[in-house]
């Protein structure tokens, strides 16, 4: 141990050379709300679940590095609040209809909503209308309920070097792109064990023929926070 701190919350956490916010709490056992970082990929920064404030100011957790001494403010009722909004605001943008997804239980989105006590999506619906590739024997793509974390096209590329995935389009139009010559999933060497295919936070990638495998009670979410499960989940794959 360097003998560096941060304080979290109050909480005197130690952290290495090079380590973010993120990773020094999730080390310490504080969790940070969070949809596009996974500890296993180069951190992306999009979701902003994960802002803290540090020193007075609001900061990504999951790209901001940790240095010695710093103040930060996480589970505070500015930053819930705020958190809970952008959460809204990703249920309206896409058709997160949870009634009638087989992530649900499973869902990372809907597991940070019940988390931060979301009983509604407060903003009018967008109801879109994006392409669904279905055209692959065994990898289903939803794209009106992707979330544009990111973490597909990081496994495609990163762990799978196929490079299915890209991200195109600008503001409201941005969408998720499958990099074949036809844009379809069958024209790609994706396979469902790929990493790429296990990652989706969301319901957005689903593995076909497993859908509502699951029964109700037994479903990640059904019995643990996302809190809990997180902070387990990237312990060990950090290998602490
Ligand atoms: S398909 Fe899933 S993993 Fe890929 S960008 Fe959308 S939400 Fe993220
Ligand atoms: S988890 Fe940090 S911005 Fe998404």
Same mark, same amino acid.
């Given at each position: 141990m360097s003998g560096m701190k941060i304080e979290i919350d109050g909480k005197a956490v130690p952290f290495?050379?090079?380590?973010?916010?993120?990773?020094?709490?999730?080390?310490?056992?504080v969790y940070i709300p969070h949809l596009c970082h996974n500890p296993e990929f180069t951190p992306h920064g999009s979701c902003k679940l994960c802002t803290v404030k540090v020193n007075g100011r609001n900061c990504s957790a999951c790209t901001f590095p940790a240095t010695d001494g710093q103040q930060v403010l996480n589970d505070t009722k500015e930053l819930n609040d705020t958190r809970r909004t952008i959460t809204q605001m990703l249920f309206v943008e896409g058709n997160h209809f949870c009634p009638s997804c087989e992530k649900s239980g499973n869902c990372q989105l809907q597991a940070v909503g019940y988390f931060l006590n979301m009983l509604d999506g407060h903003f009018p619906h967008f109801y879109p209308q994006r392409c669904v590739d279905a055209s692959h024997p065994d990898i289903l793509l939803d794209r009106d309920r992707c979330i544009l974390c990111e973490l597909c096209v990081r496994a495609s590329r990163d762990v799978d070097g196929k490079n299915v995935f890209g991200l195109s389009g600008r503001g409201i139009a941005s969408h998720l792109v499958v990099n074949s010559d036809s844009g379809l999933l069958?024209?790609?060497?994706?396979?469902?064990?790929?990493?790429?295919?296990?990652?989706? /936070?969301? $319901?957005?990638? %689903?593995?076909?023929?497993?859908?509502?495998?699951? /029964?109700? $009670?037994?479903? %990640?979410?059904?019995?643990?926070?996302?809190?809990?499960?997180?902070l387990e989940r990237e312990a060990s794959e950090a290998g602490e």
């Open positions: 290495e050379e090079g380590d973010t916010i993120m990773e020094a709490a999730t080390r310490a056992g069958k024209d790609t060497a994706m396979a469902a064990t790929d990493k790429a295919a296990q990652v989706c /936070p969301v $319901g957005a990638i %689903i593995v076909k023929r497993h859908g509502f495998e699951v /029964p109700i $009670g037994k479903r %990640i979410f059904d019995g643990q926070e996302i809190s809990d499960w997180s």
